[in-house]
Each structure stands twice: as C-alpha cells, then as structure tokens.
C-alpha cells in the first residue's frame, strides 16, 4: 500500500466536488466553541452536506478559530447565519425536510437504526445544555450515541461527524 500524494488527492476532491450534495444539511444552534463550528465545516464538506445553518450563539465565519479547524472548509459548504432556529425549523419542515435531533431524550433511537428517507435536517445544540428545549417539539425522530464509558456524551463535533457520515451513507 502507498499513500495518495497530494496532488493525486486534489485530482480525487475535484472530481468529487462536482458530484451533487446529498439533500441533507444540519442546524448548529448555540454552538460555543468556535472550534468546533470549525470542525463541523470540514467535516459537513467531508460528508457532502448541502448547507450548514448557523443559529444563536453560534460563531460563523469570517474568523480565525472557525478556519483553524475548518481548514477552507468554511469557504467551500454553503452556510447563512441565524438568530433563531424556530422559524427556520418550520421552513424547513415546510421544505419537506425531517427535522432529526442529535440528543439524549426519552423516545430517542440510536443514530445506527435511523434510515432517513429523502431531505435531513440533523440538529445539534450547545456543548453543555445540548438541544434547547424548545426545539424539541420541532423533531420527528431524535438520534444518539450509545456511551459504553463512564461519560455521558462525545464531544459535539465528533458525534456530528458519527451521525452526518451515517445520515450521508444511508441517503446514497
């Protein structure tokens, strides 16, 4: 075996970048750590999403952490900041989207049993509080990831990444 060389690399990204995006995007709504909304751009662009709200808190670019992480990644996924993610909840719905919660809640399955059907709005909230309460009412299904350690959750942007790459693979 032998690593791609970089330019063999780049070949392969523009080939994929011109296939279409899966009809999939994701809401990070009161995102902290600006680092992480980096990490989610890169890894929604890795995925294939086709856009990335940024709602509440959350930081969007032009800035400097967000493009530590995201590496232009932040300058290749389409995104639109928002204050509130109510409304846009309800448009996208209207859309025909189905609105997915990343979170630990009664009823939630666990993100390896969803298979989306068609357009997938997955939603993730702050690092601390999780997804408000408020958006729970929103969601059609809410997903998580099974902890088999003595920590109740991963990082944000790891389980954005767990669940966006299942999400893109069951779309296909």
């Given at each position: ?8 690399i ?44 940024l ?80 958006l ?5 299904v ?31």
């Amino acid at each position: 075996m032998k690593k791609l060389t970089h330019q063999e690399i780049i070949t392969r990204q523009s080939i994929k970048s011109k296939e279409e995006r899966s009809p999939f995007c994701a809401v990070l709504n009161n995102i902290r750590s600006l680092y992480n909304v980096g990490s989610m751009f890169r890894t929604a662009d890795g995925a294939g999403l086709e856009k990335l709200w940024l709602c509440g808190i959350t930081g969007y670019p032009p800035n400097n952490m967000i493009s530590k992480t995201a590496l232009g990644a932040e300058n290749l996924i389409p995104w639109e900041h928002r204050q509130g993610a109510i409304g846009l909840l309800r448009h996208l719905r209207g859309e025909g989207y189905k609105i997915v919660l990343l979170e630990q809640m009664r009823g939630s399955i666990l993100y390896q049993d969803f298979t989306p059907e068609g357009k997938t709005c997955l939603v993730v909230g702050n690092e601390i509080s999780g997804v408000s309460d408020e958006l729970l009412s929103l969601c059609d299904v809410a997903l998580e990831i099974e902890m088999r350690g003595s920590k109740n959750s991963l990082n944000v942007s790891v389980a954005f990444g767990i669940a966006a790459y299942h999400i893109t693979t069951q779309l296909r």
